[in-house]
């Protein structure tokens, strides 16, 4: 394949993107944008945040595809404000009112006691506006055509949740979950536990394990920066295809060693790890390899980057 030709398919640009999703844009539009500002060859997000949700949405570039999946079921992190009284469709702003309710009055002790209730691990039904599958459509295209049908509750964990404020019409609050939770199913909940209804009526993500308080970037930012000064000054936004994986354990192999793993063997490896203890892998020059998997004699590698651009 000659050099022109594959420019023309975009460049191979890796690093991960902590974009500040917009409200009201979804989260494949978003995904496009941040591709065809960077002209990449290859990109992915990291799980879907609802259009009418703003906040963190990792965009992996290039390589960093490869490791789209741990961010995926890496813990997530929100602030969330609920309306107290009226119960959606759709369990937001979007959908209609289906169901209205008194709010009896409560203070921040009878509102703490009942988020005791959902700390740890719940059983949460997903609502019927989701992306799960029914016999081969997405639920939310069955909710459009005004069907509902049953769903099994899923085990997930809330790891944290506060209350950040709250007043007569509803509360707002922090909360760290889980993969596979879903905020407005946990609002109608936490709603139903005081005696009324509610929907979400403002939802940011805030984090995704390990990117937790990093600063993000608009696409608004980004259109700025690509007409003043072009792709270069969007490639130093770009963080490090390792630190996805920051909490894992490193190991530096040299140079024998960094060929063999290259060239898919194992090399023998003493470690404190666990077996079956997954590790990032680096030349000892620093370059990032991949990912390696300790069986407790050996080091294999389990996922293998190409980062040379």
Same mark, same amino acid.
């Given at each position: 394949m000659s050099r022109r030709r594959r420019l023309?398919?975009?460049?191979?640009?890796?690093?991960?993107?902590?974009?500040?999703?917009?409200?009201?844009?979804?989260s494949n539009r978003a995904l496009q944008a941040v591709k065809?500002?960077?002209?990449?060859?290859?990109?992915?997000?990291?799980?879907?945040?609802?259009?009418?949700?703003?906040?963190?949405?990792?965009?992996?570039?290039?390589?960093?595809?490869?490791? =789209? $999946?741990?961010?995926?079921?890496?813990?997530?992190? /929100? @602030?969330?404000?609920?309306?107290?009284?009226?119960?959606?469709? !759709?369990?937001?702003?979007?959908?209609?009112v289906v169901r209205s309710a008194s709010v009896p009055r409560?203070?921040?002790?009878?509102?703490?006691?009942?988020?005791?209730?959902?700390?740890?691990?719940?059983?949460?039904?997903?609502?019927?506006? =989701? $992306?799960?599958?029914?016999?081969?459509?997405?639920? /939310? @295209?069955?909710?459009?055509?005004?069907?509902?049908?049953?769903? !099994?509750?899923?085990?997930?964990?809330?790891?944290?949740?506060?209350?950040?404020?709250?007043?007569?019409?509803?509360?707002?609050?922090?909360?760290?979950?889980?993969?596979?939770t879903y905020i407005r199913s946990l609002v109608e909940d936490i709603a139903a536990a005081l005696s009324t209804c509610g929907h979400v009526a403002q939802l940011r993500r805030i984090g995704v394990d390990p990117f937790c308080d990093d600063e993000m970037v608009t696409l608004q930012t980004l259109e700025q920066l690509r007409e003043q000064a072009g792709l270069a000054a969007l490639d130093v936004l770009l963080r490090p295809v390792d630190q996805v994986l920051s909490h894992w354990p490193a190991v530096a192999l040299d140079t024998q060693q960094s060929k063999r793993i290259v060239q898919g063997q194992a090399v023998s490896w003493q470690a404190r790890e666990k077996e079956g203890a997954m590790v990032r892998l680096y030349r000892g020059s620093g370059e990032f390899l991949g990912l390696g998997v300790y069986d407790g004699q050996q080091l294999l590698p389990k996922r293998l980057l190409h980062l040379a651009h």
């Open positions: 023309a398919g975009g460049r191979h640009i890796h690093g991960v993107l902590l974009l500040d999703k917009p409200l009201g844009l979804s065809r500002l960077y002209k990449a060859a290859k990109a992915g997000h990291t799980g879907s945040l609802d259009p009418l949700a703003t906040g963190m949405l990792p965009i992996c570039l290039g390589e960093a595809t490869k490791l =789209s $999946a741990h961010l995926l079921s890496a813990a997530k992190h /929100y @602030e969330v404000t609920a309306a107290l009284g009226t119960q959606t469709a !759709t369990g937001d702003t979007e959908g209609e409560f203070g921040r002790p009878e509102l703490q006691a009942v988020l005791n209730q959902f700390h740890g691990e719940i059983e949460q039904i997903p609502p019927m506006y =989701s $992306a799960l599958k029914h016999q081969g459509k997405r639920l /939310y @295209e069955l909710a459009r055509q005004g069907e509902e049908v049953e769903r !099994t509750a899923r085990t997930v964990v809330i790891h944290r949740i506060d209350v950040l404020s709250q007043d007569e019409r509803g509360f707002r609050l922090r909360v760290s979950c889980s993969k596979g």
